[in-house]
């Protein structure tokens, strides 16, 4: 079975149609400002976090130096940035 751009927006429109999400998909202008607000806040509303999230992991051990890191799915890189400026390799 060959997966075509068409059959994939098909069947994507139907299960739109059957999410818990309703017709919340419609209002798609609402949610973008919704994150788009989130996403400003987002640098202020995490300053302090990551410092000790990674000053965590190398009490524990976890980051060792020379340690490979993989930043994936965790935001807008905000470890990967502050672990590269560590001198981590990425």
Do not use: F
């Given at each position: ?45 995490t ?10 992991l ?25 672990l ?7």
């Amino acid at each position: 079975m060959y997966y075509t751009h068409d059959r994939c927006k098909a069947a994507w429109d139907e299960e739109k149609n059957d999410s818990y999400l309703g017709d919340s998909y419609s209002k798609i202008d609402e949610w973008g400002d919704y994150w788009s607000y989130l996403a400003a806040k987002y640098p202020d509303g995490t300053k302090g976090y990551q410092k000790k999230i990674i000053d965590l992991l190398e009490n524990e051990k976890v980051l060792q130096p020379g340690i490979t890191v993989m930043d994936i799915g965790c935001g807008p890189g905000t470890y990967g940035l502050n672990l590269s400026r560590e001198g981590r390799v990425l």
